[in-house]
């Protein structure tokens, strides 16, 4: 079985600030991975997805894979109060037909 | 509407009812999901649905049946429930299995008394 591991938070920077979210993966086969914001109350968003092929740049967000230490990580730049949330990494299953997803890290951003 | 919607989005109901959550999804996609998500614990598959047709059962127990009529719809039918069924249920679609860009619905928040 699959596993993603996120440490819960919550992860406090202050506006402008990097911010650096963490997710550990178990299958050293996964080949895609996906990065989803939750604000609180609310459902997922897919913010970012990348394969194992490089890491992916989207505005403020950048995903990064080591594929070594099996992590990916997701950059915020210029860190917003409005980027905090709780960030969900994902990993498809091993039938590919779904996605496995870690408990989440929450971010708070403090102006 | 657009995006993907469910109804009711509160619901409270006592362990000898029987409901039903609906999710609509207005993208036209062929593959939809549920998922249970609780406090304190990730986001758990329940079952997806590809074309109508169930290709996964994540060991959920029988007092939840899905139904797939078409694949703009979804249904979880529940009965006899438990107080930890309690949670927030999300339905998702995506363009096929392969495409993992899940698009959720707002959810429906369920308690069970």
């Known amino acids: 079985q699959k596993e993603v591991e996120q440490n819960s938070g919550p992860l406090s920077v202050p506006e402008g600030a990097i911010a650096s979210l963490n997710c550990t993966y178990s299958?050293?086969?996964?080949?895609?991975f996906f990065w989803y914001r939750q604000y609180s109350g609310k459902s997922p968003e897919l913010i970012m997805f990348?394969?194992?092929?490089g890491d992916k740049e989207d505005g403020r967000f950048t995903a990064q894979l080591n594929k070594a230490s099996q992590y990916v990580s997701l950059l915020i730049r210029d860190s917003q109060p409005s980027d905090s949330a709780t960030y969900l990494c994902?990993?498809?299953?091993?039938?590919?037909?779904?996605?496995?997803f870690g408990k989440g890290t929450t971010l708070s951003v403090s102006s | 509407e657009t995006g993907v919607t469910q109804t009711p989005r509160h619901l409270v109901m006592g362990m000898t009812n029987k409901k039903s959550l609906k999710c609509e999804q207005h993208l036209g996609h062929n593959a939809m999901y549920w998922y249970k998500q609780s406090a304190k614990k990730p986001l758990e598959l329940m079952f997806v649905y590809s074309l109508e047709e169930r290709v996964e059962n994540n060991s959920v127990p029988s007092r939840f049946s899905p139904e797939c009529p078409n694949s703009s719809h979804l249904f979880l039918h529940l009965h006899t429930l438990q107080p930890e069924d309690s949670a927030l249920y999300l339905c998702a679609s995506s363009q096929d299995l392969r495409d993992r860009g899940q698009f959720f619905g707002p959810g429906t928040r369920l308690t069970v008394l």
């Open positions: 990348i394969y194992s092929n």
């Open positions: 994902a990993v498809p299953n091993q039938a590919g037909t779904a996605l496995i």
């Open positions: 299958d050293r086969g996964s080949q895609s």
